[in-house]
């Protein structure tokens, strides 16, 4: 079947942005640049849309690379805002030549860079495995990317197939990631690890590569959460101007983060039905665990989501509870960094100044509440259940964060000698 032309996938395009509502200026932008790629084609007398010939294009008439998200070490190649459009009007021919739809956001520096052709067939059918099995979304889509990453240095360092990556080449890989925490470093090999046992059950490799790949143990312990002030989540919180459709939903998402703890892909996710207003309670199953979760509805995170719900969600079919403010209206996407932009946001606009130590990201508020109710005496498995844990041995790394209770352990050093001169 002869591909459809640069023409034809272009005006389905603009069709599709009208039909999504997004705004006339924006379409505008879209046809100047489309009329400007098919200039280009008929210049190169190309009429059948190729993402090559979008990518020389963007080299030609933009200076872009499209692989290129940030150069760190040379601000004169630096990513520029102004490049993002012409390359999202390229992957929009793309995707919509391929499956009829529209990427959402920018792809990051790895989802730009293509899977190497002579590993495509492998990974296809390990991501088909991990979806039979059942894996979570969220789950499937960063262990994919574990071994996606692996399979672009095998391709870098001259694997020319499945058939030719050896146990010297995994060693060399993960060599080239030592610098990496024990934890990062296990979760990795326990992806790869998997990924080699499918390709030798499955036929891909004559050898059982995962029997090669080493044991490191996750050092659970390692590093302890750091932990915000809570003025500070409290300052964060007060400064959310509440008179905007955004601000009642970024605050009815920021008081369900401090308030229970919830994990960020649970936010996301969290549906209408999962609020059970007549029995006061919100009960989702949580995307990390499987496991159902049963939370009393407080009083102030019911009155923020009724505020959000009749004076701030925009009118959708979705499901979803949260959604975004501009068009396409849709869920957030359960791979995106948008709550984390959220809280960022937010603190710059309360003006406060979060120690360097602490990370920014709603999982650390999730770290927050846990310490505060260990502060507070709520035991252990009671801090399990509310936060979701399979069991309290992920809680127990929180009783490190608490110095007061930890002085109350300690032993007085010159009761300690005196004992032992007696």
Same mark, same amino acid.
């Given at each position: 079947m002869e591909r459809a032309t640069i023409k034809e996938l272009s005006e389905a395009v603009i069709c599709e942005l009208k039909r999504l509502g997004y705004a006339s200026g924006t379409i505008k932008l879209y046809q100047k640049l489309y009329q400007k790629l098919l200039r280009y084609a008929d210049e190169k007398q190309i009429h059948q849309h190729s993402q090559g010939m979008c990518h020389r294009w963007l080299r030609d008439s933009f200076g872009i690379d499209p692989t290129l998200v940030i150069r760190e070490m040379s601000n004169e190649h630096k990513y520029r805002r102004s490049s993002y459009l012409p390359i999202r009007v390229c992957q929009c021919l793309t995707e919509w030549q391929l499956h009829g739809c529209l990427p959402l956001k @920018?792809?990051? @520096?790895? *989802? %730009?860079?293509?899977?190497?052709?002579?590993?495509?067939? %492998?990974? $296809?059918?390990? *991501? %088909?495995?991990?979806?039979? *099995?059942?894996? #979570?979304?969220?789950? +499937?889509?960063?262990?994919? =990317?574990? &071994? @996606?990453?692996?399979?672009?240095?095998? $391709?870098? !360092?001259? *694997? +020319?197939?499945?058939? #030719? &990556?050896?146990?010297?080449?995994?060693?060399?890989?993960?060599?080239?990631?030592?610098?990496?925490?024990?934890?990062?470093?296990?979760?990795?090999?326990?992806?790869?690890?998997?990924?080699?046992? !499918?390709?030798?059950? =499955?036929?891909? +490799?004559?050898? $059982?590569?995962?029997?090669k790949l080493p044991l490191v143990k996750a050092n659970r312990k390692y590093r302890l959460p750091r932990i915000w002030k809570q003025e500070d989540v409290l300052s964060v919180l007060s400064s959310i101007d509440r008179g905007s459709p955004v601000g009642k939903r970024d605050y009815a998402i920021m008081i369900l983060v401090t308030r229970y703890g919830l994990r960020s892909a649970d936010v996301k996710?969290?549906?209408?039905?999962?609020?059970?207003?007549?029995? =006061?309670?919100?009960?989702?199953?949580?995307? @990390?665990?499987?496991?159902?979760?049963?939370?009393?509805?407080?009083? $102030?995170?019911?009155? %923020?989501?009724?505020d959000y719900l009749q004076n701030g969600r925009p009118h959708s079919e979705h499901l979803e509870i949260f959604l975004t403010c501009t068009v396409p209206i849709r869920p957030f996407g359960q791979n995106s960094c948008a709550l984390n932009a959220i809280l960022a946001k937010r603190v710059r606009q309360a003006g406060v100044r979060i120690s360097r130590e602490v990370p920014k990201g709603m999982h650390s508020l999730r770290h927050t509440l846990a310490s505060k109710m260990l502060a507070n005496n709520v035991e252990l498995p009671v801090i399990s259940s509310a936060l979701g844990h399979v069991s309290s041995e992920a809680t127990s790394v929180y009783l490190h964060t608490d110095i007061d209770q930890l002085r109350e352990c300690a032993l007085d050093p010159e009761e300690v000698l005196s004992n032992e001169t007696t």
């Open positions: @920018k792809q990051g @520096k790895l *989802a %730009a860079l293509e899977l190497p052709r002579q590993f495509k067939e %492998a990974y $296809d059918s390990y *991501a %088909a495995y991990c979806s039979e *099995a059942g894996y #979570s979304e969220r789950g +499937t889509y960063t262990r994919l =990317n574990r &071994i @996606k990453r692996m399979l672009l240095f095998f $391709d870098q !360092h001259g *694997a +020319t197939s499945i058939q #030719s &990556i050896t146990a010297g080449r995994i060693s060399v890989f993960f060599r080239s990631q030592i610098e990496l925490d024990s934890r990062t470093v296990a979760t990795m090999l326990s992806a790869s690890r998997m990924f080699f046992r !499918h390709l030798y059950r =499955n036929g891909f +490799t004559q050898e $059982d590569l995962s029997e996710s969290l549906r209408l039905s999962d609020l059970r207003w007549s029995e =006061n309670v919100i009960e989702f199953e949580q995307s @990390k665990t499987r496991k159902l979760l049963r939370l009393p509805l407080l009083r $102030d995170v019911g009155w %923020a989501l009724i």
